[in-house]
């Protein structure tokens, strides 16, 4: 089976210049359901997910899971998992279309003994090594080593033991896998220099309900003590922060007023604060967020940092904000190598940007104008997308499957807004 998520024949087109206004229900969040997903490998007897996002990322995972043998029944936002893998070897061909695919190497590893990986292509973003989720399976005592392109790791005589992993880097994924990969080891696992995501919480805390001994979450350090067996579980996944993030931006960049719903917003509160300093008003109420604006943003300074700092999955979009801002801007990208591909398509309507290496320096200018535009990645096409809605005229925007990979009936919900947008042929 070779499915292959990319489309490349559809644009989007965005009349800009109108002022978005009314409410945006924000979806599960992508980054939450792929890890939780893989744990239908570990999880054999009942597991359901709900609030997961019909996304080409989601779908991908859900494909490459039932590649393996767990068969999968998805019903509008749930899954139901039954089953488990027959096979401990992975489709390439599904594999090397997402890089969040290594997550299932713990997971298959521990259900079957052993698992056969194909390593996970490169990327617009950075090279985006896997060292740390292998360091994972070292410390935790499986064999590890590279063959023709694969990842091949199997189980010692012993089984997996607790250990101790002190990450020398702090990774959203290797901490995911290193959780995973420990639940069920014998005796007890301390993650150092862990990631503190929402995401990271969330997977957690769907273990802890299936019976996991896990504590620490949300801080660097997590202590894990090893069970036997991981019992039935439904969750619900987190909703999306950084689709919340977006609209918010949405709102902010076309002098807008939006409420954003089915958010939980201390988990964008580093963010909120930042737009509060380009002038933004922000309020707060519940799991709603209402955000306005009826003036040019001012510029305010940022660096992407792992959470809970400045999320690098904001900064594409942030960048389309600060294009319009009353002055000069420096945004410093400090967790990946190449992610300012946005930077010469923003300029494309006219923004003024200077990179240096890791830091852009973005002079705001008074309009943007409707361009032909490519997306170049995920966040990079929501960057464009929020230029084209704030500029005057028409934009197209090519290379959008990028943005089925993580916003779900983004043309829809743009709509709703009042967006004059469209996806045509
Ligand atoms: C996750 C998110 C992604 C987000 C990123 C940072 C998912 C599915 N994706 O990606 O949207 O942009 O966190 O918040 O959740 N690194 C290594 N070796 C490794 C792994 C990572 O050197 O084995 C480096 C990366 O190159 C990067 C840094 O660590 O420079 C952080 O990456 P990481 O947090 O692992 O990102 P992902 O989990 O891949």
């Not at 997590?222 to 069970?227: A, F, K, L, T």
């Not at 960057?383 to 959008?400: H, K, N, P, V």
Request: charged share 20%; aromatic share 4%.
């Amino acid at each position: 089976m070779s499915v292959i998520y990319e489309n490349n024949e559809e644009k989007i087109y965005i009349r800009g210049g109108i002022q978005l206004k009314g409410n945006v229900p924000i979806s599960g969040a992508k980054n939450a359901a792929l890890p939780l997903m893989t744990l239908s490998l570990l999880i054999k007897n009942g597991f359901e997910l709900t609030n997961i996002p019909d996304l080409a990322d989601t779908r991908l995972m859900s494909d490459l899971l039932n590649d393996l043998g767990v068969s999968i029944n998805w019903k509008n936002d749930k899954l139901i998992f039954k089953g488990s893998p027959v096979k401990d070897e992975a489709s390439y061909d599904l594999v090397r279309q997402m890089r969040a695919s290594i997550l299932i190497l713990g997971p298959l590893l521990v259900s079957k003994g052993s698992a056969k990986v194909p390593l996970p292509g490169g990327c617009a973003i950075g090279s985006r090594p896997i060292d740390l989720h292998i360091m994972v399976m070292k410390a935790l005592g499986a064999n590890v080593y590279y063959d023709s392109g694969f990842i091949v790791a199997s189980l010692k005589s012993d089984g997996l033991r607790g250990g101790i992993i002190d990450f020398p880097k702090v990774s959203v994924g290797a901490t995911e896998s290193a959780i995973m990969t420990a639940v069920l080891a014998k005796g007890k696992t301390k993650i150092l220099n862990a990631a503190r995501e929402p995401e990271i919480v969330d997977l957690g805390n769907c273990l802890i309900k299936a019976g996991a001994n896990i504590s620490g979450l949300g801080s660097n350090t997590i202590n894990i003590e090893g069970v036997k067996e991981l019992s039935s579980v439904s969750h619900q996944v987190i909703s999306d922060r950084i689709e919340a993030g977006s609209f918010a931006i949405a709102s902010s960049i076309t002098k807008g007023d939006v409420e954003i719903s089915k958010v939980n917003p201390m988990d964008l509160k580093k963010f909120f604060d930042v737009l509060r300093m380009n002038g933004m008003d922000i309020e707060i109420y519940g799991n709603n967020v209402r955000v306005s604006s009826s003036k040019r943003p001012l510029p305010y300074d940022i660096s992407t940092e792992a959470h809970p700092g400045f999320p690098t999955d904001l900064q594409a979009q942030y960048m389309a904000l600060m294009a319009l801002a009353e002055g000069e801007t420096i945004i410093k990208e400090n967790i990946f190598e190449n992610r300012f591909m946005h930077v010469a398509e923003l300029m494309r309507m006219g923004a003024k940007v200077t990179i240096n290496k890791h830091k852009a320096v973005v002079n705001g200018v008074k309009n943007l104008k409707g361009s032909k535009v490519m997306a170049s990645d995920l966040r990079a096409s929501m960057c464009l997308i929020l230029g084209a809605l704030a500029a005057s005229g028409t934009s197209e925007i090519d290379g959008i499957y990028h943005l089925d990979r993580g916003y779900e009936k983004l043309v829809d919900k743009l709509s709703n807004l009042g967006a004059d947008i469209k996806r045509l042929k």
